[in-house]
């Protein structure tokens, strides 16, 4: 699948923008995707706040200069319509080697933009370069923001964090919580809407999937003594639990006994507790199925023994997709779930 689909929603978003600034005597920010034809849409009413794991942020007026941090944060107003000023740039799962996502590459090309300033955070947010693109909001809706990193970028605008756990945010609260940050809401709305659509049409082609206990996992041949897992709290089980597709027993009881955290292993000794897992997800390549079945305790779990792992190539868009956004989905989910289904065939 391809972002055309959101073209329209974009469309009607920069003209709720255009309004909104027309109501308020401001000029149409370019940054926000430029003039465009009128909408019926009711301008937002300012000031808007956001309530978050570190309080609340006031946004006093309309966001005319927008920056994200962190991992796909910038999707939601490009979704809408809104180029960032400057966004950080993603290394995992690149297919070019520019930091910008297929999807997000896509999406840019649709609105006619130029690439926003892009953050290396590989060393961890760069404030400066930040502060250097002069924004009025930022947005970091998914991120693991510490209370120190909230508090420095609060200095430079108004700052919104996630929501409750850290890496925690699923996509659908992603786009409702940084569209009413940028005053349209119901613009946000519609486009969840559109996705659970798009989610369910194509998860209606691969219903072996539905029920399947799934286990989200990084196990690997080269280091077989764990068995390492995403709880429920990170969004890669926590998107297929939410459309039908639940987790082993063992990452519920996990997730339950602690929701902040988002990753967890155990010994490989104690490879039973995930014996009621249908279907097995990891990252790796073509020997990787072979190398677990081959292992003495590993070969035993029975999805492994079975067959049943679908292998995501490390390091690809459609590896980095499984951790779903607003604009990854539509991007890949056709071919996400036909990988995930194959095994089970």
Request: with cysteine; glycine share 8%.
């Amino acid at each position: 699948m391809k972002t055309s689909r959101l073209a329209g929603l974009a469309i009607v978003a920069v003209a709720a923008m255009t309004l909104a600034a027309c109501s308020s005597d401001a000029e149409p920010s370019e940054t926000a995707g430029g003039t465009s034809p009128t909408s019926d849409a009711p301008a937002a009413e300012f000031p808007i706040t956001i309530e978050h794991a570190y309080g609340e942020t006031v946004i006093e007026t309309k966001p005319e200069r927008v920056a994200t941090v962190a991992w796909s944060n910038g999707e939601v107003p490009l979704a809408l319509g809104v180029v960032p000023v400057g966004m950080a740039a993603q290394d995992w799962g690149d297919d070019n080697g520019n930091g910008i996502m297929p999807w997000v590459e896509e999406q840019l090309t649709e609105l006619g933009a130029e690439a926003p300033t892009l953050f290396d955070e590989t060393d961890g947010i760069d404030f400066e370069a930040v502060a250097a693109t002069e924004p009025d909001l930022i947005l970091a809706t998914y991120s693991g923001l510490t209370q120190e990193e909230y508090d420095t970028l609060s200095q430079i605008a108004p700052t919104v964090a996630y929501p409750e756990f850290a890496w925690g945010t699923t996509w659908q609260d992603q786009i409702l919580i940084s569209s009413k940050a940028l005053g349209l809401a119901s613009e946000g709305e519609a486009l969840v809407d559109e996705l659970n659509g798009v989610i369910a049409d194509s998860l209606a082609t691969h219903q072996e999937l539905v029920g399947t206990k799934t286990l989200f996992s990084w196990v690997t041949p080269a280091d077989p003594s764990t068995i390492g897992f995403y709880t429920l709290t990170d969004t890669r089980p926590g998107f297929l639990d939410s459309v039908g597709i639940p987790a082993p027993q063992v990452v519920v009881d996990t997730t339950a006994a602690d929701p902040t955290q988002f990753y967890s292993q155990i010994s490989a000794e104690d490879a039973d507790q995930v014996a009621d897992a249908g279907l097995i997800i990891t990252y790796g390549d073509d020997s990787t199925l072979a190398g677990l079945q081959a292992d003495p305790i590993l070969g035993t779990i029975p999805a492994i023994k079975d067959g049943h792992v679908a292998v995501l190539a490390d390091s690809t868009p459609l590896a980095a997709s499984a951790n779903p956004s607003p604009l990854s989905i539509e991007w890949g989910i056709d071919d996400y779930f036909a990988l995930l289904a194959a095994p089970l065939k």
